[in-house]
């Protein structure tokens, strides 16, 4: 099993920035491609970003340029950056891992929901315009 969880939602103006954190605990981190989605009221979850091992990193079209995922190994925890906020981007965030490793992983990252057992509880970002 793996845990994620959470933190560093809230309410900030558009133009802002916000940075979510995910602390991974359970299994072998560097073994899991770890991603971020989000949902919107009345809306389906949409992927946003995953980091898999080594430098791999995926971005939705809607937030490429604007948002930086990254992953510190030693920390077990993965970070989303987001800049330059809008309105659009209230949602609740989620942190979710794939398990991933060698060839199979460089050649199909798991860029989409389905790919993703492991889910946290979400996080509320909120952006006024």
């Known amino acids: 099993q793996v845990q994620l969880v959470e933190s560093g939602g809230g309410l900030v103006q558009a133009g802002d920035s916000l940075r979510l954190t995910c602390a991974v605990s359970?299994?072998?981190?560097?073994?899991?491609?770890l991603g971020w989605s989000r949902q919107a009221p009345g809306k389906e979850r949409e992927f946003v970003a995953v980091t898999w091992t080594g430098t791999g990193t995926y971005y939705a079209d809607s937030v490429k340029g604007r948002f930086t995922i990254s992953r510190d190994n030693a920390k077990n925890t993965v970070y989303l950056q987001m800049n330059s906020l809008k309105p659009e981007d209230t949602a609740v965030y989620y942190c979710a891992a794939a398990y991933c490793i060698g060839n199979g992983c460089y050649s199909r990252p798991p860029i989409t929901n389905e790919r993703y057992a492991y889910w946290g509880q979400g996080t509320q970002v909120t952006v006024s315009s």
């Open positions: 359970g299994r072998t981190f560097t073994n899991y491609a």
